[in-house]
């Protein structure tokens, strides 16, 4: 048999032989499996999946039948490049209902959030060019930017009063709008991954006003990346009022995702949806769209468009359904309560944490915070400038003694 040397030329190009396959969380996550596997008491608050107490993955009874119902045919036939209509109607009402925002909507179906943010991505932006993004902001952003041939741009999320830095925030946008001409903005509010941050009435409205301002200057597009968002109690709508004053302006876009909203992180069931008054523009961004998705993916899977369309129209599901949502709401809310109370009584330092996955604690050398962590066997994902504690897998029984190792690590 003939072996080549490790010396030959790869196969791959360039570009691709730089790519590392290796997600650090999902190394963290196995790393913890792991150890726990061996009979450690492994705390393992690194994957951003909603557990239940014992640890079994949270399910909604009334979706895994909504997925059984679904006609084995219709399931397995091709959906429209652009997904079903009666499921593009349903998504734009679960974001509005009677808001006239729905009437300026367009949209199409994608595999999961992760499709709609890769759309925004390719159709909003010039390879080369650079979204914006908060400091913190969910890894798979740069990695999505990179593949893309596009790049990330940040602005300092917190300012000395632990708010939105929105002066930071004007400053990144005039930037972009002066380096490359356009403007791609992507804000993971409410409950923010990583930070579990949302913003405040008064932040969204400046937030508005910064955005009109830039759009005076050459075309912004503003994305909202909806993934948390109806973990996010009272302010999981606050947004919509101030994309109303948009519309027109900015192309408002929301990333919507089935994936935590209905706990189906594997039917990669998603949308991205373009706010635009002018029908004409509407039929141009959803060729535009429709295009990209043909030649990326080609189309959705049937069974899961067709499964969340059925509970979102039929009013007795989508009550079912509410009512599952709101009680899994409720098990993330007691471990919100919890680590507020502990990691106000240690005195750790964090962003307005009022719901959502995750949280971020502060650490100026994260790694070596996250590594005594482990030695304490609580796994934690190390940021730059933070930590992320996914509780939407931490049991409030275990809260305290994570906070423990936590104030021990940052000592």
Known sequence: MTTVASTSPSFLTPDAIKRAGDDPIFFLNAEANRRKAAGEPVINATLGALLQDDGTLAVMPSIVEAFRSVDA????????????????????GDLFGTSPLAAHATAVATPGGSGALHLALTSFLEAGQSVLVPHFYWGPYLTMATHTRRQIATFAMFDAKGGLDLAAFERGLDEMLTRQGRALVIFNFPCNNPTGYSLNEAEWAETTNILERAARRGPVAFLIDHAYARFGGASADAWIPHAQRLVGKVLVLVAWTASKSFAQYGARVGALVALHPDADERKRIQGALSFSCRGTWSNCNHLGLLAIA??????????????????????????????????????????????????????????????????????????????????????????????????????
């Open 310 to 411: 059925s509970v979102l129209n039929d009013p007795e599901r989508r009550r079912v359904a509410d009512a599952e949502r709101a009680q899994l709401v409720r098990v993330l809310d007691e471990r919100v309560a919890t680590f507020n109370r502990e990691a106000k009584a240690a005195g750790i330092t964090y962003p307005r944490y009022e719901g959502g996955f995750f949280v971020s604690v502060f650490a100026p050398n994260a790694e070596a915070t996250a590594a005594r962590m482990r030695d304490d066997a609580v796994f934690v994902v190390p940021m730059d400038g933070a930590v992320r504690i996914a509780l939407c897998s931490t049991p409030a029984k275990d809260v305290p003694r994570l906070v423990a190792s936590l104030k021990r690590a940052l000592a």
């Open 73 to 92: 045919k219709a399931a397995a036939a091709y959906a429209p490049i652009a997904g079903d209509a009666p499921y593009l109607k349903a998504v734009v």
